[in-house]
């Protein structure tokens, strides 16, 4: 059954189709919550050609309230519009800490709205329990569309403030573990670690990047197509959303080297007192050494230093996140908006 809610107040926004990633995103991305505040429109820039930003304002030309990158893509054969953008936890628009449910539904309801989305729209994977996503669900609801969910994954994050709170962290076994892990393999090369964001990003930084990626059991499993640095086109994603010197301070690598050899990476986006790992990877000439493992307890010893809270470790392979610190977080889900209750109903039977 569709959710009807009560009657929308209409003309309080202005609704408008504007080409590509808009300008409008960077005016929403600064008036969202600061955890978004990094989906700028050169955050969608690499699919800037295939998007169209639906975009609210208040007031004729104010500030814009929310601005959605929208894209079209098709999936098992079904042509869907789709909230764009490169990194799975944050296929969600930037939407202004002011805007209302009814503003947003209002916006949903609009025959530009209508337009622009079609029978049925997805907004997915993310968070669950991401902010924006939960508002917009409600105003998508208020606005007539159906709602039909599935659970892609779980979302490991590491408690930094508990464990660190808790005593020293980490402990003492774990950090003589270490101590001899660099060792052993500092008899490969002496080590060097280096942290990479804002101005000091670069193409030599993203080739070494991605001399590492082309070591890795990553790219021997995948033909290099789940690389975020070797495939060409995830490179180009990365490299445009770098260009925005506010995303690119929001982004960081850090990076080991064995004599002078890359041997393994972190890259990560800071969001506030949260850090999410995009990738981690390491070369296969040193997996017998654990580089892989002596990075990413350095990078979060570092992140503790720095007041990070929260770090986001994304899905899959449990095993050594659970060693580290990681626990469950938060369901990524996928969400389908339909209209009409025909639709909605078969959407219902093929989307779960």
Excluded at 48 to 72: E, N, Q
Excluded at 333 to 345: E, N, P, S, T
Aim: aromatic share 8%.
């Amino acid at each position: 059954m569709l959710h009807a809610g009560p009657l929308i107040a209409e003309g309080t926004i202005d609704v408008a189709l504007e080409p590509g990633a808009s300008a409008a995103l960077d005016r929403a991305a600064a008036s969202a919550d600061p955890a978004h505040g990094f989906m700028r429109s050169a955050w969608f820039a690499a699919e800037a050609d295939a998007l169209t930003t639906l975009v609210a304002r208040r007031g004729g030309l104010g500030a814009p309230i929310a601005a959605l990158p929208l894209v079209r893509r098709s999936r098992a054969g079904l042509s869907l519009v789709e909230i764009a953008g490169p990194y799975w936890p944050y296929r969600c628009p930037p939407i202004a800490t002011d805007a209302s449910e009814d503003e947003l539904a209002e916006l949903l309801a609009s025959p530009k709205a209508h337009e622009a989305l079609g029978r049925a729209w997805r907004i997915g994977p993310a968070l669950r329990d991401d902010s924006s996503l939960a508002l917009i669900s409600a105003a998508a609801r208020r606005a007539g569309w159906a709602m039909v969910e599935r659970r892609s994954a779980i979302c490991f994050k590491i408690d930094l403030a508990r464990l660190t709170g808790e005593g020293p962290w980490p402990s003492g076994k774990t950090l003589r573990k270490n101590r001899w892990l660099e060792r052993r393999l500092g008899e490969a090369g002496a080590l060097e670690f280096r942290n990479v964001s804002g101005s000091e990003w670069n193409d030599g930084v993203i080739d070494c990047l991605a001399r590492i990626e082309a070591e890795s059991w990553v790219a021997k499993s995948t033909t290099g197509g789940d690389t975020k640095f070797l495939a060409a086109d995830n490179r180009r994603t990365w490299e445009r959303a770098l260009e925005d010197v506010e995303i690119a301070e929001r982004l960081s690598a850090s990076i080991l080297y064995v004599g002078g050899i890359p041997a393994a990476f972190t890259f990560s986006l800071r969001t506030g007192k949260t850090m999410h790992f995009i990738a981690n990877s390491y070369s296969e000439r040193f997996a017998d050494r654990s580089p892989g493992r002596i990075l990413l307890y350095r990078e979060l010893q570092q992140a503790a230093a720095d007041g990070v809270v929260t770090v986001g470790w994304g899905a899959g392979d449990p095993g050594y996140k659970r060693e580290m610190g990681a626990e469950r977080g938060p369901d990524i889900v996928d969400r389908l908006f339909v209209r009409g209750a025909v639709f909605a109903a078969l959407a219902r039977a093929v989307w779960r």
